[in-house]
């Protein structure tokens, strides 16, 4: 499911959606069934999912049926002057599915889907006519693949750059992020022959899903009576040094940080997720560096912005993450 979070629209054209004529997307819930996606459909509460199914009968490790179902869901764009609004249906990309992949035990499906709006957004490319008027497009592409032991793989392959793309499980349970949405990227885009449907796919930072604790957290940092420090690194850039005072928390907003221990990776950490905790409960220094893989922009709360009991079952979350990596 892709959607259009708050703080990823950036320059100018943030103004359209601060005076209402665009709007931004709450963010989606942690489980979705379909039902509950054609009820967000209907409410103009996403931007576009991408909706694949499989299904495999096996004779031992031979696969002997094999068919996929689902496509694209598309939303559409709403639009408000002051007590006016209107509804308008977004222009889909024809379904891009590819022939399946079958080996000794398992069958894969690969498919992409997406579109654009049909209003116009007029905006600056690099290359002639230096300019277009209608609006990039959006894409997620995913892979699914079934064993015959019963297991079942997701993968997010690629994405356009923005906007934010969640993924979902089979239980329709939050599983994976894309980890950036990059707004000004996405506005660059030449032509359809920079999509999937031209010659191109935009690879994707892929992050695992914020624990439901970390979803609750992070509303509360973000709306609580004292506002968070918002910072911007670069990739590459240290947000927190192993060995250093621990006084604050981290939400991370956007991007995607590796969490680096005695100069090794141990893990990383994604949109939603927040760190920080072990230091500030133990009043001890940090226990590993932050660095960033893409550009990330955080959110840095005081160590007192949340209750301490909360922090505790945080760090036992993050405790046995690290054990199982």
């Known amino acids: 499911m892709s959607w259009i979070p708050s703080e990823a629209v950036t320059g100018p054209m943030k103004a359209g959606f601060a005076t209402g004529v665009s709007h931004y997307d709450s963010p989606p819930p942690a489980h979705i069934g379909r039902e509950e996606l054609d009820r967000l459909r209907d409410a103009d509460a996403f931007r576009f999912a991408n909706v694949l199914g499989v299904w495999a009968e096996f004779e031992g490790d031979r696969v002997v049926a094999h068919g996929r179902h689902g496509g694209l869901v598309m939303g559409a764009t709403t639009i408000r002057v002051g007590k006016l609004d209107a509804t308008f249906a977004a222009v889909p990309m024809p379904d891009l599915t590819y022939a399946p992949q079958l080996g000794d035990g398992f069958v894969s499906y690969t498919q992409t889907v997406g579109g654009r709006t049909a209003l116009p957004l007029p905006r600056a490319i690099s290359k002639p006519p230096y300019v277009r008027l209608h609006a990039p497009l959006v894409w997620t592409t995913l892979r699914l693949t079934i064993y015959a032991d ?106 995607v940080l590796d969490v680096v221990v005695d100069g090794a990776k141990v ?33 840095e709360a005081r160590a007192d912005a949340l209750d301490p009991a909360a922090l505790a079952e945080l760090a036992k979350g993050h405790r046995r993450e690290l054990a199982n990596s």
């Open 150 to 255: 019963g297991r079942a793989v997701h993968e997010l392959l690629g994405a356009s750059p923005f906007p934010r793309h969640w993924v979902y499980d089979g239980a329709g349970d939050i599983s994976q992020k894309a980890g950036l949405a990059e707004w000004g990227k996405w506005l660059g885009q030449p032509s359809w022959s920079a999509t999937p449907w031209g010659a191109e796919d935009s690879a994707v930072v892929v992050s695992q899903a914020e624990s439901a604790l970390e979803r609750e957290l992070s509303a509360l940092l973000m709306h609580g009576a004292r506002k968070p420090r918002v910072r911007t690194l670069g990739e590459g850039q240290k947000l927190a040094e192993q060995g250093s005072p621990g006084d604050s928390l981290f939400l991370v907003l956007d991007g």
């Open 267 to 299: 893990g990383d950490i994604g949109p939603g997720a927040v760190v920080g905790e072990h230091a500030v409960l133990e009043k001890s220094p940090r226990t590993a560096a932050l660095v960033a893989r893409t550009a990330v922009r955080v959110a």
